[in-house]
């Protein structure tokens, strides 16, 4: 019996790592211990929730307005006791937050064979995505399989010289867990609220973006102020932070609705509503793709090329002016928007999961 251990933190992690949960669990030669570090707290119980998932170890980590140290600190600290009374044979972790790297360098400690699902991801700027992009790197050095979505994140592993009998293109588990989201005939307030209007969907939570936040959430707040038709929807990250410019930009607009984040099922239906989305999530750029809805990505870099390449995504930065224009000339640009809102998946058919289990049994 092969001992896997599934080890995540955040919100995307879990969205991405559940259903390769779910395909573990259907093999009978291998025995899954799923564990949390809390790096979030609600935001990732919302997840653990939809897809009713128990950890065994929540390693409870969060504090309010954690920093880098603080988050890195006490994964490792609580997660080595874990580790070594566990001993599996493999841990599987996620992409690229800091309990990602974290964990992946507690198993590099103890000898323990890691398995990195969506490696390969590169901006190769160190600063952008901030800290994600030295996470990413950091784990690939550490991992022994790397689980890439796409053929071009198998093409950056080759080129740092990764073994490539090592690498397998799987697809992207994201598609896996939309395959369990999206439904018809989905109804909410907040899209009753909208009505005829066309629907935004905002998110942002980088936190390179965070300084920068105010001159994003200006430039956005003219467009709206001009297009009557249009109705915004921003379910805001919880990170105090980010809420209060929130409130402080968009508060009094009452064609804009701030509200809490919602739990995946409510956003992936809420994406597929929305005639467009402007947004610095990583996730959303791989899910969007799929759904045919055009994205402005308020980013100066990106990791994920394949949603550009098919024309979905955009790359606006974070300037106000430039955020303004963007966002204006897609709501006034017919021809643009339809050229934009085609759906092409880039990210594989919707087994990414099965696929990285078969290879973890076959090893
Ligand atoms: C983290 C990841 C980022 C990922 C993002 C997904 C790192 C360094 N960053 O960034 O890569 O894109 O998650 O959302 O790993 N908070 C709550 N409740 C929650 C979640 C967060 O209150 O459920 C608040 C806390 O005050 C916390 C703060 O948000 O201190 C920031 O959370 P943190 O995980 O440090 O950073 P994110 O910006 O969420
Ligand atoms: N998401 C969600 N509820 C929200 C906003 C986003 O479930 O209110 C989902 C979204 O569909 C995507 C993931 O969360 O799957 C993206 O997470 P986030 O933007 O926090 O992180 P990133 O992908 O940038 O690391």
New binding site residues.
């Given amino acids: 019996m092969k001992k896997v251990m599934v080890i995540f933190g ?3 992690e879990a969205i991405k790592m559940c259903p390769v949960i779910y395909e573990l669990r259907k093999r009978s030669e291998i025995e899954t211990i799923v564990c949390v570090t809390g ?6 119980n919302q997840v653990l929730d939809i897809f009713k998932i128990v950890p065994k170890y929540n390693l409870s980590i ?5 920093d ?1 140290f603080d ?1 890195s600190i006490t994964i490792l600290q609580r997660l080595r006791e874990i580790l070594i009374q566990e001993n599996p044979d493999v841990v599987l972790v996620h992409g ?4 990602t790297f974290i964990t992946a360098l507690a198993c590099y400690y103890l000898k323990i064979k890691v398995g990195h699902v969506e490696a390969g991801l590169r901006t190769y700027d160190l600063y952008s995505p901030f ?2 992009e030295f996470n990413r790197q950091g784990v690939g050095i550490i991992a022994k399989y790397h689980f890439a979505p796409t053929d071009e994140a198998r093409q950056n592993l080759l080129k740092e010289g990764k073994d490539e009998n090592d690498i397998f293109v799987t697809g992207n588990t994201v598609i896996d867990a939309l395959k369990y989201t999206v439904i018809d005939n989905f109804t909410h307030p907040e899209i009753e609220w909208v009505g005829d209007s066309r629907m935004v969907l905002l998110t942002a ?1 980088r ?1 390179e973006n965070i300084s920068s936040l105010q001159k994003i959430f200006k430039g956005i707040r003219r467009v709206l102020d001009e297009f009557e038709d249009v109705k915004l929807i921003y379910p805001v ?4 932070v980010i809420r209060e410019i929130a409130r402080e930009e968009f508060g009094d607009c009452n064609r804009i609705h701030i509200i809490d984040p919602l739990d995946v099922v409510t956003f992936h239906n809420f994406m597929a509503k929305a005639y467009l989305i402007l947004t610095d999530s ?1 996730g959303i750029q791989e899910e969007a793709p799929s759904l045919g809805k055009p994205v402005l990505v308020m980013r100066d870099t990106t990791e994920r090329p394949e949603g550009v390449k098919a024309g979905t995504l955009k790359l606006i930065g974070t300037q106000e002016n430039k955020i303004y224009e963007s966002f204006k000339n897609l709501l006034s640009d017919e021809t643009e928007y339809i050229a934009m809102a085609k759906s092409i998946n880039p990210y594989g058919d919707g087994v990414a999961s099965k696929r990285i289990v078969d290879i973890i049994c076959n090893r």
Avoid at 39 to 44: F, G, N, S, V
Avoid at 96 to 99: G, K, M
Avoid at 237 to 240: F, G, M
């Fill in positions: 955040t919100r995307p790096q979030h707290k609600e935001m990732l969060m504090q309010d307005k954690q880098l988050i690229d937050t800091s309990t800290p994600e939570h936190r990250h919880l990170n105090p990583g």
